[in-house]
C-alpha cells in the first residue's frame, strides 16, 4: 500500500484530486466508484472547481456509489442520492444515465444487488475506488466481522454507526436500520483503491488498516492485499503510523 501523509485536510484533498484527474485525463471514460460522508467532500469541491476553472471533464464518466440507506427516497436529504448530487454531481458534467448509487427503495434487495454487481462487469469493472474509513475500521457499511469476501447485500448498520450518523437526523430513532452496501470483495475488486482519511478521529482506525493484522473485525485492513491501494491521509489521521512513509502515486510503476 502506498501511504501518502500530507499537512492537512485541504492538502490532502487536493492531492486526492489531482490523482483522479490524471487518471481520467488518461482514461476520459473511467468508471469512478464513489463514497458519501464527510472525508471525500473537499475531494469533491476540488474536482468540481477544476471542472469549472480547468475544463476537466466528466462527460464520459461512470460512477458506482458504495451505499446507501434502505428505506430513504433518493429526495430525502439524508439519502446519499441526495448527498451526491448537492456535493458533487451538480457541480460537473457527468451523463446521468451512467450514474449508479444502490436503490434504498428497492422491493426485491437480492435481486437489485445482483444487477448492482452485474452492471459494475458490464462497465469493465471499477478503475478507480474513493473510500473513507468509519472510526470502527468499516468500509462502505461493511462493519467489523462482515465477511472479506463479501458482495453487494443489505448490511443491518451497527450501534455504533447509527449514533455517528445520528447528528445528521432529528433523533437517534430516525437513523435507518439497514443499508445497501457493496461487499468488501466488490471493493477489492476495483483495479486501484484510495482511501482517505483525516483527523485525530481516525488515527486508531488507519493504524489498524495500514499496519494492522489483516482481519474481519477491521474491515479496512484487506486493502493491505490490494495490489493498487493508496491510503492519503491527512497528519493527524497518520499520527499512529510507526512506519516511514514518503510515498507518491506519480511515476509509480508497478
Ligand atoms: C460512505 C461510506 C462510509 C464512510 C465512513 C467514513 O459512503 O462508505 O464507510 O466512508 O463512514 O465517514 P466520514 O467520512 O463521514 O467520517
Redesign the pocket.
Known amino acids: 500500500m502506498l501511504v501518502i501523509v500530507k499537512d492537512s485536510y485541504e492538502q490532502m484533498s487536493k492531492e486526492a484530486a489531482r490523482f483522479i484527474a490524471d487518471h481520467l485525463r488518461k482514461k476520459p471514460n473511467l468508471v469512478l466508484g ?7 467532500l473537499g475531494l469533491y469541491r476540488e474536482l468540481g472547481r477544476m471542472h469549472r476553472e480547468e475544463g476537466l471533464d466528466f462527460s464520459k464518466v461512470t460512477t458506482f ?3 446507501e440507506y434502505v428505506g430513504l427516497p433518493p429526495e430525502h436529504d439524508q439519502s ?1 442520492h441526495y448527498f451526491m448530487q448537492e456535493n458533487f454531481f451538480k457541480h460537473i458534467n457527468l451523463d446521468h444515465r451512467y450514474v449508479h448509487i444502490p436503490m434504498g427503495m428497492t422491493r426485491d434487495f437480492d435481486a437489485f444487488c445482483a444487477w448492482y454487481e452485474q452492471r459494475i462487469q458490464e462497465f469493465g469493472g471499477i478503475d478507480v475506488q474513493v ?5 470502527n475500521g ?5 462493519e467489523p466481522g462482515s465477511s472479506l469476501g463479501s458482495r453487494t447485500r443489505i448490511k443491518t448498520l451497527t450501534g455504533t ?1 447509527r449514533m ?1 450518523n445520528a447528528r445528521f437526523f432529528r433523533n437517534s430513532e430516525e437513523v435507518p436500520k439497514f443499508a445497501i ?1 457493496m461487499g468488501v470483495g466488490t471493493i477489492m475488486d476495483a483495479k486501484e483503491l484510495l482511501l ?1 482519511a ?1 483527523s485525530s ?2 488515527a486508531n482506525a488507519i493504524k489498524a488498516a495500514v499496519e494492522g493484522p489483516i482481519t474481519a473485525m477491521c474491515p479496512a485492513s484487506i486493502i493491505q492485499l490490494h495490489r493498487k491501494a493508496y491510503a492519503f491521509l491527512d497528519k493527524d489521521a497518520a499520527a499512529k503510523l510507526t512506519g516511514l512513509y514518503n510515498d507518491t502515486w506519480e511515476s509509480r510503476v508497478f
Open positions: 464513489l463514497a458519501t460522508g464527510s472525508t471525500p456509489n458504495l451505499d446519499y473510500l473513507g474509513i468509519g472510526g468499516h468500509i462502505a457499511f461493511n454507526t455517528d452496501t482517505l483525516t478521529a481516525k
